[in-house]
Nanobody, 119 residues
Framework: QVQLVESGGGLVQAGGSLRLSCAASGRTVNLNRMGWFRQPPGKEREFVVSLNWANRATNTADSVKGRFTISRDNAKTTVYLQMNSLKPEDTATYYC????????????WGQGTQVTVSS
């Protein structure tokens, strides 16, 4: 099984920055994409950004373009979400996810980490 361990959430003032980390372990050789989703309080989960593990191609939601960036470590099976210019509406539980080769949907999910942006 693939395990995803998230870290980096916390409380930050509007306009500040925060970096989330997601470390994948297990059969990571079968993964082709990792990404981040978020779920604001009382709302449905939404896509944020994703990364093709092999070629680093990315997809980014319009709501965070220019502010959020996903990247991967060169040596570790780890992805990061660099969040800049944070807004109160970015407050949510952020989830790391991973998808296997040939899969349509994301197969693995982290436990979530809370990000709270105060105004």
């Amino acid at each position: 099984q693939v395990q995803l361990v998230e870290s980096g959430g916390g409380l930050v003032q509007a306009g500040g920055s925060l970096r989330l980390s997601c470390a994948a372990s297990g059969r990571t050789v079968n993964l082709n994409r990792m990404g981040w989703f978020r779920q604001p309080p009382g709302k449905e989960r939404e896509f944020v950004v994703s990364l093709n593990w092999a070629n680093r191609a990315t997809n980014t939601a319009d709501s965070v373009k220019g502010r959020f960036t996903i990247s991967r470590d060169n040596a570790k099976t780890t992805v990061y979400l660099q969040m800049n210019s944070l807004k109160p509406e970015d407050t949510a539980t952020y989830y790391c996810a991973a998808r296997k080769w040939g899969a349509i949907d994301y197969d693995y999910w982290g436990q979530g980490t809370q990000v709270t942006v105060s105004s």
